[in-house]
């Protein structure tokens, strides 16, 4: 799945929180300072927790953006693990539908909605078409489908990561005069939505990453080893005197780290460059770490 190189994607993110509740305003707006004029790094608050997610393009950015943080803020901190940004797919086309139902005495709340998804094409991202037998609806609901569509793709239903690249095609609603709100239509699509991705086959999509190491010919081998037990793939080799070039694609998730573990294998002797390259499926089932730990933050 290639991606657009004018805009680099947020490929991590880390949960931030201020040691003292009264410091979180204070700590929302030094990350939004901080991340104002720079592309490789956003911040944002989720509305229901608060909790504070800081995105950035590699793992080097992240720790850089915290340490200016440290040095500036002068807030007291816990940083939580650092995650991959992973991505979810649906892989067939699936339609379901949900109808949304309660009575309170004399009013209640009724909303059916019945939609198709299908995978997009790379870079379409997230399109929805309204169907003819849906003409009939009135626009005035349209608000709340959407806002119930967008809920989950901004979570999916695997792990809690964004849905790209689905085509949403709204067949058939229903509604009652007096009982049908946006409110209503949004519970309705968010449910249908969520059924139909279930039933997708929808996969998770993890960052590849382009890897070069330069490293003395001595070292090769055990790094080329290496590279290929983090799931990695060798393309190349380009020998130059006594200095191998390696070329290879991993996946991010077993890249956290490797700056340290090249340094060992190589006496401290090789370099290493790392890139996006896109995203791909990852191994089904998911056998990596546990997604968005809720413990595990460190000072």
């Known amino acids: 799945m290639p991606h657009d190189v004018s805009t680099p994607p947020l490929l991590v993110d880390v949960a931030i929180e201020a040691k003292s509740r009264a410091d979180h305003e204070k700590l929302v707006a030094a990350l939004l300072k901080l991340t104002a004029k720079d592309g490789a790094l956003a911040v944002s608050v989720d509305q229901d927790s608060a ?6 393009t590699s793992e080097t950015r992240i720790e850089s953006a ?11 901190v816990n940083i939580g693990a650092l995650q991959v940004a992973f991505l979810e797919h649906p892989t067939k086309r ?3 539908e949900y109808t949304h139902k ?34 009939a609806l009135p626009n005035k ?35 009652h005069d007096v009982d049908s709100s946006p409110l209503a239509f949004e519970i309705a699509a968010n ?22 190491v330069v490293t003395p010919t001595p070292f090769a081998q055990s790094i080329v080893d290496d590279l290929t037990s983090r799931r990695g793939t060798a393309h190349s080799r380009v020998v130059d005197d006594d200095t191998v070039a390696i070329d ?6 077993a ?30 089932p998911w056998d990596g770490p546990p997604f968005r730990p809720a413990i595990g933050m460190r000072a």
């Open 66 to 76: 915290i340490d200016a943080l440290n040095r500036t803020s002068g807030i007291a």
């Open 94 to 96: 699936a339609e379901a």
């Open 191 to 212: 449910a249908a939505f969520r059924r139909a991705l279930q039933t997708a086959e929808s996969v998770l999509l993890e960052p590849i990453m382009k890897v070069e």
């Open 51 to 56: 909790q504070i997610i800081l995105k950035g």
């Open 102 to 135: 309660k009575i309170y005495g004399p009013k209640g709340e009724f909303a059916a909605v019945k939609l198709a998804i299908e995978p997009n094409e790379p870079g379409t991202g997230y399109q929805l078409e309204r169907k003819t037998g849906v003409d």
């Open 141 to 175: 609901y349209m608000p709340g489908i959407e806002k119930g569509l967008e809920s989950v793709l901004a979570c999916g239903v695997i792990a809690g990561f964004p849905v790209v690249n689905v085509r949403v095609q709204l067949i058939d609603g229903k509604y």
């Open 255 to 284: 890249m956290f780290g490797y700056a340290n573990s090249l340094r060992v294998l190589s006496q401290g002797l090789a370099s290493h460059t790392m890139r996006f390259d896109r995203y791909a499926a990852a191994p089904q």
């Open 248 to 253: 290879a694609t991993v996946p991010l998730i």
